[in-house]
């Protein structure tokens, strides 16, 4: 994965890593199913990030108690989410200038039960590819952010991107093009975003 280090797989470096680790990634598909660990990061290097250089094309699952770090990596799906934080353990994932592809899924699932869980997208850019299928499914406790990026839909998919459980949804200096529906008690807040072509219904309490 990074010179000298001796890995074929993603897997096979957060298998040998422990926290306070970063797992430097050369440029390259990789079609690997990760389990993230609390404390270690994964890391483009910058000038490979927004072509984007480094694709993981498979789903990276969190669960821990901790936070990790993405920087610079496509997230593509491959029939199944590219990002789930499930569980009940405070999980922080921080996505920093990322692509998320929604290829053929949804692109994110979020059900942690944990009030303190979160995922965080810093200057992240994404796109839609087909129809039937929308960014995220929020469930959980926790909150979702979004700060600055563009993410779009050239799939022209008209399926939402849902936040439905006692969470929150957070939107700050974005261009968002997929349509999203709230409901139960999940919180909604916005400040400079243009929503694109789609609807933005808020049905929560």
Request: overall charge neutral; some cysteine.
């Amino acid at each position: 994965i990074a010179e000298g280090a001796g890995y074929t797989t993603i897997a096979a470096a957060l298998t040998a890593a422990s926290s306070g680790n970063t797992i430097f990634i050369k440029p390259g598909t990789y079609t690997e199913n990760l389990t993230l660990k609390a404390g270690v990061n994964l890391c483009a290097f910058a000038c490979d990030s927004y072509t984007p250089n480094v694709i993981i094309l498979g789903k990276c699952t969190a669960t821990f108690a901790g936070t990790c770090t993405i920087s610079g990596i496509q997230l593509k799906t491959n029939s199944d989410f590219c990002l789930s934080v499930t569980g009940s353990s405070a999980t922080l994932i921080n996505l920093k200038g990322c692509f998320i592809d929604a290829n053929n899924n949804n692109a994110i699932q979020f059900t942690s039960s944990s009030g303190s869980s979160k995922i965080q997208l810093y200057d992240c850019k994404g796109d839609i590819d087909t129809t039937g299928i929308a960014y995220f499914t929020h469930s959980g406790a926790g909150a979702l952010k979004f700060f600055g990026g563009v993410f779009e839909n050239n799939g022209a998919s008209t399926t939402a991107s849902t936040s439905s459980g006692s969470g929150g949804l957070n939107f700050y200096n974005l261009f968002f093009s997929n349509a999203i529906t709230t409901s139960s008690t999940s919180s909604f807040a916005a400040n400079n975003v243009q929503f694109y072509s789609y609807p933005l219904i808020i049905n929560g309490t």
